[in-house]
């Protein structure tokens, strides 16, 4: 079983998946449960999130992507399929701006009715979703200078937005920074405007369930987020076709390019590592890299990477509070064997599945408000607390793309 983001079969009626190998529900009527959603209630908890703590101001933007060369295969009858993205970037001046939120405000509305039903069993009264600021300025001027791009993709249900803090605190110290929702599979996602084959702002998850007990489903959502950071990677090399802020599109370095990712975010980014040779390294924190048995009892199936191992850098980065581990080893220990010297793997010493997300600082919060348990915080993120966790995640992802992404390295 994998510890992404999933809703509860019991406690959602209204959608259901149509068998383990038929396509997804589509992902209608988010801007319906965003506009009757309850308003935050006076005195409901305001959550924070570690600043960054690099020298440079963060600015960052939104933007909507569209691939029309496919269609979307989490939303049958969708002709294109849809991005949204966040570039995190050092910034040159950010005076008079204001703090952007952490998740949009629509978004944050429905992250708030689906979010008790996942794994997390986050309240569903008590805080306010939309409060919570990021320490990155919308839309700033970008800082001169050529800059690494590393591309992120959230675990199996996040919204984009959890991975806030690792994202700013790497723009911070002068990298930039592109994070990728997964619509269909996210939480929530929130579009700039509706479209003929999308009439609402907001396309909730189509998860129903645990992916990884149904394979074919599994394997889908895997290669919609393969095929969705392929599209972004292309993007991300001609970045003057790109709606980008003042001087972001100059200080992208296509040479120094690096993926990490959560979950099964960590699962795609592995495979693309593989797959696209101008990458030149890759995080995966504590992602499966194979697809579970089709039949009780049958073997797993290991991605191309493992069967093949890399000739670039991967860091596989995992907690010691996983209680998968053992599957976990079943990819990950030969992909290692298959890669000498390219490949190292460590855990994270008194931590948790959710370490890797804004829930390592966000948790303890909650649990300080009455609004979650002690045990249930330790199952999610370890008895490390946020002072440790976060700062050592920081530093190692960022350690190893400066060792891996340094100017005085050549591209591959």
Same mark, same amino acid.
């Given at each position: 079983?994998?510890?992404?983001?999933?809703?509860?079969?019991?406690?959602? !009626?209204?959608?259901?998946? #149509?068998?383990?190998?038929?396509?997804?529900? /589509?992902? /209608?009527? /988010? &801007?319906?449960?965003?506009?009757?959603?309850?308003?935050?209630?006076?005195?409901?908890?305001?959550?924070?999130? @570690?600043?960054?703590?690099?020298?440079?101001?963060?600015? =960052?933007?939104?933007?909507?992507?569209?691939?029309?060369?496919?269609?979307?295969?989490?939303?049958?009858?969708?002709?294109?399929?849809?991005?949204? #993205?966040?570039?995190?970037?050092?910034?040159? +001046?950010?005076?008079?701006?204001? =703090?952007?939120?952490?998740?949009?405000?629509?978004?944050?509305?429905?992250?708030?009715?689906?979010?008790?039903?996942?794994?997390?069993?986050?309240?569903?009264?008590?805080?306010?979703?939309?409060?919570?600021?990021?320490?990155?300025?919308?839309?700033?001027?970008?800082?001169?200078?050529?800059?690494?791009?590393?591309?992120?993709?959230?675990?199996?249900?996040?919204?984009?937005?959890?991975?806030?803090?690792?994202?700013?605190?790497?723009?911070? %110290?002068?990298?930039?920074?592109?994070?990728?929702? %997964?619509?269909?599979?996210?939480?929530?996602?929130?579009? @700039?405007?509706?479209? *003929?084959? =999308?009439?609402?702002?907001?396309?909730?998850?189509?998860?129903?369930?645990?992916?990884?007990?149904?394979?074919?489903?599994?394997?889908?959502?895997?290669?919609?987020?393969?095929?969705? #950071?392929?599209?972004?990677?292309?993007?991300?090399?001609?970045?003057?076709?790109?709606?980008? *802020? +003042?001087?972001?599109?100059?200080? #992208?370095?296509?040479? =120094?390019?690096?993926?990490?990712?959560?979950?099964?975010?960590?699962?795609?980014?592995?495979?693309?590592?593989?797959?696209?040779?101008?990458?030149?390294?890759?995080?995966?924190?504590?992602?499966?890299?194979? %697809?579970?048995?089709?039949?009780?009892?049958?073997?797993?199936?290991?991605? *191309?990477?493992?069967?093949?191992?890399? +000739?670039?850098?991967?860091?596989?980065?995992?907690?010691?509070?996983?209680?998968?581990?053992?599957?976990?080893?079943?990819?990950?220990?030969?992909?290692?064997?298959?890669?000498?010297?390219?490949?190292?793997?460590?855990?994270?010493?008194?931590?948790?599945?959710? !370490?890797?997300?804004?829930? &390592?600082?966000?948790?303890?919060?909650?649990?300080? &408000?009455?609004?979650?348990?002690?045990?249930?915080?330790?199952?999610?993120?370890?008895?490390?607390?946020?002072?440790?966790?976060?700062?050592?995640?920081?530093?190692?992802?960022?350690?190893?793309?400066?060792?891996?992404?340094?100017?005085?390295?050549?591209?591959?």
């Amino acid at each position: 079983m994998t510890r992404d983001f999933h809703v509860s079969r019991r406690s959602v !009626t209204r959608s259901a998946l #149509l068998g383990s190998a038929a396509l997804l529900l /589509g992902g /209608g009527g /988010g &801007a319906a449960r965003a506009a009757t959603s309850p308003p935050p209630v006076r005195g409901d908890a305001v959550l924070t999130l @570690p600043a960054p703590t690099g020298p440079h101001p963060v600015g =960052r933007r939104s933007v909507h992507l569209v691939d029309t060369s496919r269609p979307d295969p989490l939303s049958p009858g969708c002709p294109v399929r849809e991005l949204m #993205l966040t570039l995190y970037y050092p910034a040159r +001046d950010v005076t008079g701006l204001a =703090r952007a939120p952490q998740l949009p405000a629509r978004a944050a509305a429905a992250f708030g009715q689906i979010a008790p039903f996942g794994p997390l069993h986050l309240p569903a009264a008590g805080v306010d979703w939309s409060a919570t600021a990021s320490h990155s300025y919308e839309d700033a001027p970008a800082l001169p200078g050529r800059r690494p791009v590393l591309v992120h993709s959230p675990g199996g249900g996040d919204p984009r937005g959890w991975g806030t803090c690792l994202a700013e605190d790497l723009a911070a %110290h002068g990298a930039v920074v592109v994070s990728v929702d %997964h619509p269909g599979d996210a939480a929530a996602v929130e579009f @700039p405007d509706v479209t *003929p084959y =999308r009439p609402e702002p907001v396309r909730e998850t189509v998860l129903r369930g645990e992916p990884r007990d149904e394979p074919a489903l599994w394997r889908t959502l895997i290669d919609v987020r393969i095929a969705d #950071l392929h599209f972004v990677l292309g993007r991300l090399r001609d970045p003057a076709g790109l709606p980008l *802020p +003042d001087g972001l599109a100059g200080a #992208l370095d296509a040479r =120094r390019v690096g993926v990490y990712g959560h979950s099964a975010g960590g699962s795609a980014v592995t495979e693309v590592l593989f797959e696209d040779r101008r990458i030149r390294a890759g995080i995966n924190l504590e992602g499966y890299l194979d %697809h579970p048995p089709t039949e009780p009892g049958g073997p797993a199936v290991p991605f *191309p990477v493992v069967a093949h191992g890399l +000739d670039r850098p991967l860091l596989l980065l995992g907690s010691d509070g996983f209680d998968h581990r053992r599957e976990l080893a079943r990819s990950w220990q030969p992909l290692a064997a298959r890669s000498p010297g390219r490949v190292r793997s460590a855990r994270v010493a008194g931590a948790g599945h959710w !370490t890797f997300t804004d829930f &390592a600082a966000v948790l303890p919060q909650l649990r300080a &408000a009455g609004l979650t348990t002690a045990d249930r915080c330790r199952a999610l993120i370890g008895t490390a607390g946020p002072e440790v966790s976060v700062p050592y995640v920081r530093r190692t992802v960022r350690a190893f793309f400066a060792r891996h992404l340094s100017t005085r390295q050549g591209a591959p």
